[in-house]
């Protein structure tokens, strides 16, 4: 989850990028259909899959689907939000994946975790409003930032959803299959968007970020997050999520965007704090 967190920060600032240059629903359908010919090839040489692999298909339909309709309004709200504020937005979920994990799984949050979400919470809160007091108390959410928002709760519902739908399939078949489906279901979905792109037009910026969230930010993350849930609290593998916003600021100042203003950091000093709370045994 360590390097989950870390890759899917390259996302954001890579995405931010590319948003306004395609629409999201195209990018992400060649991202995914990219990302499952990846994971394709590992699950065949790790011997293919078994037929029990394929029973009950619909699972791995709900499955995509989340992941679709979170990936897809990433990239939407991507569009005006900035990457370190949506990256705030991310480390809402872990709150949110503790609550359905209670309801999916009866998943209980001692009274440590549930501070350590609540501190995560406040620091995304303050980092998602600029550290600006007064658009805290005007509660103005960009509209990007809350796009993104309801994507994170198609995420948070799908942490505890990979246990509640896994039937002991390997981690690599089960991502692969998920991959599959996310790609059909996006392929589907942006269909008029695929089509009308203007795809020998685009800048090199645009297929970096293609390249980088099929491989890293699609193949790579969806193992790494099938592997910890299936062996996790829900809560404390979204805990990770909480590093997001500090490694897209490094993302940012290495693509040669200015330092956020301190006030800003202290808010994603907070996340950090929550992280160390919620990993303490």
Request: charged content about 10%; hydrophobic content about 60%.
């Amino acid at each position: 989850m360590l390097l989950f967190s870390f890759l899917v920060a390259g996302s954001f600032s890579l995405g931010g990028a590319a948003a306004n240059d395609l629409a999201p629903t195209a990018l992400n359908a060649v991202r995914f259909g990219l990302a499952s010919v990846i994971m394709a090839a590992f699950v065949y040489a790790r011997g293919g899959m078994s037929r029990e692999a394929l029973k009950a298909p619909w699972r791995y339909l709900v499955l995509g689907g989340l992941f679709a309709v979170y990936f897809v309004l990433m990239f939407e709200g991507l569009k005006t939000a900035p990457p370190v504020s949506a990256a705030a937005v991310f480390t809402l979920t872990p709150l949110m994946s503790a609550a359905f994990g209670y309801v999916l799984l009866r998943q209980v949050v001692d009274g440590r975790i549930a501070l350590a979400l609540s501190i995560g919470a406040v620091g995304a809160a303050w980092v998602i409003f600029r550290a600006d007091l007064l658009a805290v108390l005007a509660f103005e959410i960009g509209r990007g930032e809350a796009i993104y928002f309801v994507g994170c709760v198609a995420h948070a519902v799908y942490t505890p959803m990979v246990r509640v739908l896994n039937r002991g399939e390997p981690v690599l078949v089960f991502a692969f299959l998920t991959l599959v489906a996310c790609a059909g279901v996006i392929t589907l979905w942006g269909i008029p968007e695929i089509l009308a792109a203007d795809w020998g037009g685009l800048r090199p910026i645009v297929w970096v970020a293609i390249g980088y969230t099929a491989v890293f930010a699609s193949a790579a993350t969806v193992f790494l997050i099938q592997f910890a849930s299936l062996r996790l609290p829900s809560s404390k593998v979204m805990a990770y999520t909480y590093l997001t916003p500090s490694w897209v600021i490094l993302w940012e100042v290495g693509l040669g965007q200015p330092i956020p203003g301190a006030l800003v950091l202290v808010g994603v000093g907070l996340t950090v704090l929550a992280l160390g709370l919620l990993l303490k045994d």
